[in-house]
């Protein structure tokens, strides 16, 4: 069974916590360095990010974080968990850094005031069965992506979920649908990488 942790400084961490074990991974919390080294993959849940990262910082987990995401370990990130996924921020905070790791650059709190939260469904490329419902909460989307980071699904024109070899990141919040076809997907990178 793969173990993934999920960084839980800040944010919809018990949400990413269910939909893990829905979708048969074994879970655990890493706040410090020696959690994040006893598991196979991490999740970096939706919530604050200028604040995720101050904490992560704080923690002493944003170099661990790097390395481990250099070596290879699959990562996701939603909404907050993207920008911190996102090799560059197109306007970050002060004190703002990310782990970085897939070639794109976001735009925080893309989608505008009138649009702060919506759902639309959305055709997510590598996942089957019709349609995800997105979720988007103050949720940035990808401004541009280098050449080997793929697209797997847009709204509106602008990229909201991204593959880049084991690392994936989402605008939106699968974790709060109760669907977990996103999840599966990234737990079958996680066993693909073990395997
Ligand atoms: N707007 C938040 C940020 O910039 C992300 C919001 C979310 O994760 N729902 O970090």
Redesign the pocket.
Known sequence: TPKVGVLALQGDVREHFAALAAAGAEVSAVRRPGELADVDALVLP?????TMSKLAIAFGLMEPLRERVHAGMPAYGS??GM?MLADKILDPRSGQETVGGIDMIVR??AFGRQNESFEAPLELSGVGGGPVEGVF????WVESTGARAETLASYDGHPVAVRQSRLLATSF?PELTGDHRVHALFVDMVREALA
């Open positions: 939706g919530g604050e990010s200028t909404c907050a920008i925080r709190n909460i103050r949720a940035p919040h």
